[in-house]
């Protein structure tokens, strides 16, 4: 049973820091591109980051320089960090194999003071 479960989510102030992680099970994690997206509230769900089962990652220009996203193989782990975060990054983040149905429940990051 293919399973992504995603964590780390809560309330952070403006200009402070998070970690998301996300736990795969089920298939072969290493084998597959990962993604975070995310959704804002009344938007579209958007792209966050994205890394290749070779390291290689890109970014939305929103976040890039303030995010990190990376995988921790052992574990079947794909984590987010997110730094100098901003009120417009409030929202539900979730996690994706590129090219397959496979979506965690998301987890929700609120950025308030």
């Known amino acids: 049973q293919v399973q992504l479960v995603e964590s780390g989510g809560g309330l952070v102030q403006p200009g402070g820091s998070l970690r998301l992680s996300c736990a795969a099970s089920?298939?072969?994690?290493?084998?597959?591109?990962i993604a975070w997206y995310r959704r804002a509230p009344g938007k579209e769900r958007e792209f966050v980051a994205r890394?290749?089962?070779?390291?290689?990652?890109y970014y939305a220009d929103s976040v890039k320089g303030r995010f990190t996203i990376s995988r921790d193989y052992a574990k079947n782990t794909l984590y987010l960090h997110l730094n100098s975060v901003r009120p417009q990054d409030t929202a539900v983040y979730y996690c994706?194999?590129?090219?397959?149905?496979?979506w965690g429940q998301g987890t929700q990051v609120t950025v308030s003071s």
């Open positions: 994706n194999a590129i090219g397959t149905s496979y």
């Open positions: 089920g298939f072969t994690f290493r084998s597959y591109a």
């Open positions: 890394i290749n089962s070779n390291g290689s990652t």
